[in-house]
């Protein structure tokens, strides 16, 4: 039975990485713009937060290095695309092997690094209570800010003018620029912002979840957040749980090799990507619900001239 707490726990930890990037992408989409590019800046957050921790020893500067190089390389991203008007998906995609490369490239001294010890949590003194303690109480803060961070951006899209004016830019934003509102300038502020989030995914991955620097450690889960938008139609409460869904999923994988299930382990490895083209496949066959629920402009440029 011990091994339950374990594997939920384990679900919470794997899901935070997903429900970081897989949010801050929702911010992008909500402000009609499709970043391709969350694998790459992921990997370049991932070493760069973790390069911070093996110097400084600090594991909040790390995450805050990786929050710095996934917004500047979102930046970069949200100038080509909103002012350049360079095409949204092959910008992505660029990215996207633009960070895979540096990050193999600035990673390279850092591969045998060893992190410092890390902290261990027990919060309200209560880690050793039954199933609860190890599957909820043990956990680090930025899995309790992931859940905060969604009841958050909950609150801000359908509770704010500001979330308001950030979903009409997404809606339309020929309409939004004909009322007044910078167009360009909120479209790259949520831009900048889910690079941030996409960086602390990496940062998180790299400093906690592994915690170790591998080339190529992302390893797909910025293509997984990215599905993630569309399996949770674009609401931040049911991306958060598709979050955990496939970090569950992911989990699985070593649970039932720990059991001695008689899988080959490749199998096992994709069982989350897998799950992904699944759960796709099966939301694609009814594309007027995914109209209904997608932003209006996403992917497609705006000239505010025309």
Known sequence: MDAYPLLFASTLSAGTVLALAALGLLVNEKSGIVNLGAEGMMLCAAIAGFATVIHTGSDWLGFAAGM??????????????IWLNANQYASGLALT???????????I???????????RFNWLGLGDVPVIGPALLRQHPLVYAAMLLCIGLIWFLYRTRAGLVLRSVGESPESAHALGYPVRRIRLAA???????????????????????????????????????TFGTWRPARVLLGAYLFGGVTMLQFYLQGQGVQIPSQLLTALPYLATIVVLALISRNPTWIRVNMPASLGKPFYPGS
């Open 68 to 81: 710095a190089a996934g917004g500047v390389m979102a930046a970069v991203f949200g100038w080509l695309v």
């Open 97 to 107: 092997l633009f960070g895979a490369g540096l990050s193999a490239f600035a990673g």
């Open 109 to 119: 001294g850092y591969v045998q690094a060893k992190m410092p010890d890390r902290p």
């Open 191 to 229: 831009v900048v912002t889910g690079g941030a989030l996409c960086g602390l995914a990496g940062a998180f991955l790299s400093i906690i979840y592994t915690p170790l620097w591998v080339e190529g450690m992302v390893a797909g889960k910025g293509w997984i957040a990215l599905a993630l938008t």
